[in-house]
């Protein structure tokens, strides 16, 4: 089984350095490509390949690419950006790619702000990130000192300069346009969609977004070919992902399988099942935004496609269990009250509508429950739902309690009859 | 290019301009809205506006969608009356009111707050919420607003207002979630010569007028009358409310092409002025004696019958009461009697308006360039600066098409723009506000830069860069402060682009609410009154002569000193009869602005024991005096024919006024209370309504709500709508607006620009009556510490 992306990855060793990593053939992207392919051809064969965006949206990378303007029309400056603000709970597969091969992600950066024609990139990495954001930093100078970074790339006449920003600690500014107006230092709430970034981004000009996952994976499709790309998945997906687990399982952690293996595969051979004396009762496939699964369930494959076809989402594909020793009550709860705190404030039914479901789910936890409850929350489900927030944070935020409301409406009225919740 | 589009089956016909929610209210429909505001554009935050869509004739699941987000694009159907649209809107509603206190009994909005009329249009009535509200302390924000910041509803007008619309960058909005606050660092005095608008752009009671507060009374309880701010030559539209004789406030009066849904701080808060210690409301004689209105008349007749008497006008007072003072003194006897450097730029200001069509506020909005010399329109034209602050921040029109963004979505455009800006050069002697916009700042010779620039423009010297911007500028305005050569150098740049094929517009700083209709009565400084007048009789029309150079020699040199004011000054202490006359509020009469525009102010406050309009008081006495034929102007109206024959120049003025027959529209709201038991404890007879002849407005409840002939619309109500965001609901309705020498032949002709004026003694920002606020003396003293 082949894992491009964490092949150099080994605990315990310091990554790559630049030699090192150029030893074990990286850079060999940015020699074939840079000057020498027309930008147009390596969005061709990212498009080709089927990446789709590791951030959880799944949208074709290589449409994104498209979508940005012809730079003969619209001239001036244009903006790549690595949205590496990982702040969904329970995912920590950036921080593997970016504390485990730095000059990886710095290779993918190269391609593709080459194929959009973007002169200026920018990590925005999570502030707590220290050490990735050092190493990256670290990365970058390597890059340019060996003439891969900055003016005239190569001899090709093409300059780009990287630049490692730091976020200030906000979940919101994972949505790329909030991420985009924290780097322009304003307020990190979300712009409205249409204009697209690719139309009017950073400071007005044509900009792609890309997660760190789906950067890391540009400089091997264009190594292999998108033929060799597709033919890593399962089912006919494409490429590989970096799943992970955590939660009571034997071994929690991340790992690089097939786009499309079977969730049942993953938690039962990869994380080796639940720990002794704990209990399976479902989880959340993709990070805190996602609608749990249950055993039944399990044996969707995990790619974007299949988990949208039953009504779910891949997500960051890092999926938090809930066990049978945790109240479902109180791990909702306990979400939602993430979520009605990194609310940006900016429309109402996020800003006003999430902390009353937080305190509804905390009274019913807490035993203070009323039955109307019930009946008010599956109703917010849809007042914060798709379409109705001006971003998909609240939307996110429910798919989870929409989910546990049904999967788990018997330990709800059981905490609301009694006045207890009985994990307490 | 129009648009068709069906709600609820009704076809509707847009003009592409505008968002959908927009377009509904326009229409008369009822959609629930908090961010939205026409000036401010659309956010699509406060998910108030919500509507179905349809996608085409096939599409019969439709997709909820923000109206003020949406684009109407042709044969779109859309439902407001959608059961899942009905219900968010309801839902949005009671999310925003989680945290309302629902002080509604004791808040100062109650009656007129846009929260409660979109709380009843949802239909939203049961408080589902039971746990603990958020809560915020409020700050000190200075002596003109106070902040009750637990009322918030988060709907982000007041900093989009303050910071981006204003340009203010001493209040925003700070933390997150639902703890997000508006508000300073820290508490003080907000800066910004704009903040009292935050009382009416908070669609709650989170910033209320606090002079108002000490004296509330709900909107429905107050007369509101149709008013012209006298505070500087812009003459903004406000609304005057009183109750019971009393001032209460002033709040905007929306006019599209002049001030649209904004004041100034000068104007919304130096009315208070009305209640000065300072205010002169009894007549009186040297010894200070107090005269009766009728001992008044006769002491004046007793000065008129004086030969050879002189007269000195004022330009804050109105068109009829200068005409007045003109027409019994003779015009070789009446002067303007402003400085020497007013006296020259008022001059050159009616010149150059007889033959230029001056720019309108509405169109200094919307210059694609901007040109400013010689004054600091911030300190001249408050309202007009905030004008050209929307030029110099309007995104320029390629950068909205290369990204297909509508010029409503408010901030898409800001960051497309993101620093593309167009030309906006200030040329001002003084660093001033528009400093921090201008793309280039001159800080010489306004005068030398000027002449420069037509000669760059005509090409006859090598253009720079300011000559290229402004030659490459579509719609540029210049805009001039300033001396008489000043102004006609500002003209001949203007001249000198049109010239060019470029379509230039002209706009003049003048300094008072009346500087122009003075001005083409007569434009002499007091300088020459002084000369004339002595050993003579002086009248003084509202004018503190002491603020002249040798004001004080008129009292040495006449024979005796008469004033008519409103108001205390030195003048009036030391003048052998001080004749107390009506204020703004206290009479009818007509100002000329800076834009040539003729406008009409009607009395608002009706007392128990008014004095009379200076007009009226000349005239009485005129009469007494044998200088005036009994029924020569026995109205209002007359005064103004007789004006027009007089002076043809001045002939439009009386187009402005209406005519007080017919059908006279309420100045009390129709839910006006206590009529009959306010006054009960003194009298248990219900008063009669206060009778005023001169008016095209009735004075009690009765009567249409438009004044037919002009649109002219006393009390702002729209079914359902109870506050001042009514304006927003039914078709634009505009009020018929008169400019003087509308027929005017636009010259081709340079001006010659003359000598430049030597002395310049003005003191620029300071305006005599609004200097007697309370409330503008507060924040004057809390700033100085």
Known sequence: ?424 | MGVKIVVDGKMLRVNGEQNLLAVCLSSGLDVPYFCWHPALGSVGSCRQCAVKLFRGPADAAGQVVMACMTRPVIDMRVSIADPEAVAFREAAVEMVLTNHPHDCPVCEVGGECHLQDMAVLTGHHERRYRFAKRTHPNQYLGPFIRQEMNRCIGCYRCVRFYQDYAGGNDFGVFGANRNVVFGRAEEGVLESAFAGNLVEVCPTGVFVDKPFSAKFRRKWDMRATPSLCPHCAVGCNITLQERGGEFRRVVNRYNETLNGYFLCDRGRFGAGFLESTARLRRSRDRSGAALSHGAARDRLAAVLRCEGVIGIGSARASVEANFALRALVGAENFYAGGSTFEASASQAAVEILQTMRLATLKEAETADAVLVLGDDPAAVAPRLALALHQAARRVPAEVLAARDIPEWDENAARHAASGAVNPFVVATTEAGWLDDVATRVVRYAPLAFALALVRQIEGTAPPGEVALALLAAKQPVVVAGGDAALLRAGANVALALRRAGVAARLSLMLPEANSVGLGLMDTRPFSEALAAGRGRDVVVLERDVFREAGGAQLFADANGVCVLDHVDSQTVQQADIALAVGSFADCDGSFVNLEGRVQRFFKAIFGADDPPSAWALLRDAGVLAGRLEAEQWPTHHALLAALGEEIPALADVARASPEPGGSRPATLPHRHSGRAAAQSHLDVREAMPPQHEDSALGTTMEGPPVHAQTGVRPVLWEPGWNSGQAVNKGPARGTEEVFLFDGRTERIAYFDIGEPCVVDDRVLGVEALSELSPAIIARRQVLAG
Not at chain 1, 238 to 254: D, L, M, Q
């Open chain 1, 1 to 424: 089984m082949q894992r491009p992306l964490t092949h150099h990855i080994l605990r315990g060793r310091a990554p790559f350095d630049i030699h090192e990593y150029t030893r074990a053939g990286g850079y060999q992207a940015v020699r074939k490509v840079v000057g020498r392919m027309a930008p147009a051809d390596v969005v061709g064969e990212v498009l080709a390949s089927g990446l789709g965006g590791c951030g959880g949206g799944g949208f074709s990378t290589g449409r994104k690419w498209q979508a940005m303007p012809d730079a003969a029309v619209r001239p001036g400056r244009r903006y790549f950006v690595v949205n590496a603000d990982e702040m969904e709970p329970g995912t920590f597969k950036d921080r593997l790619l970016m504390e485990g091969d730095p000059h990886q992600l710095v290779e993918g950066i190269i391609l593709g702000a080459y194929a959009v024609q973007a002169d200026t990139a920018y990590i925005f990495i999570r502030g707590e990130y220290v050490e990735a954001a050092q190493l990256l930093a670290r990365a970058v100078e390597e890059a340019e000192a060996a003439g891969l970074v900055g003016r005239n790339i190569l001899g090709s006449d093409y300059d780009l300069s990287i630049h490692v920003h730091g976020g200030a600690g906000r979940y919101i500014c994972g949505e790329e346009t909030a991420l985009l107006n924290a780097l322009e230092g304003r307020r990190a709430t979300p712009r409205a969609k249409p204009p697209l970034p690719q139309v009017s981004g950073l400071f007005g000009c044509p900009t792609v977004v890309n997660n760190v996952e789906t950067v890391c994976n540009v400089p091997h499709i264009l190594r292999h070919g998108a033929a060799w790309f597709r033919a890593l998945g399962r089912d006919g997906e494409a490429g590989t992902k970096i799943f992970g687990v955590s939660g009571r399982v034997r071994w929690p952690g991340a790992y690089e399988l097939p786009m499309g293996t079977p969730m049942r595969e993953i938690l039962e051979e990869h994380a080796g099942g639940m720990r002794d004396g704990v209990g399976f009762r479902a989880l959340l496939p993709g990070g805190a935004s996602t609608a749990f699964m249950v055993e039944d369930e399990l044996d969707t494959p995990m790619s974007f496609s299949a988990m949208s076809a039953r009504g779910n989402r891949l997500g960051t594909g890092t999926a938090i269990i809930l066990d049978d020793r945790t109240c479902p009550v109180g791990f909702i709860a306990n979400l939602q009250r993430f979520f009605a705190q990194e609310s940006c404030g900016w429309c109402t039914p996020c800003r006003d509508g999430l902390p009353w479901v937080a305190q509804t789910l905390q009274a019913i936890e807490d035993g203070e429950g009323q039955a109307e409850d019930l009946d008010l929350l599956s109703e917010m489900t849809g007042h914060l739902g798709p379409g109705r927030t001006f971003c998909a944070l609240a939307p996110g935020a429910m798919a989870s309690l929409k989910s546990g409301l049904e999967y788990f409406r018997d330990d709800f009225v059981r905490h609301i009859r009694e006045g207890a919740c009985a994990w307490a």
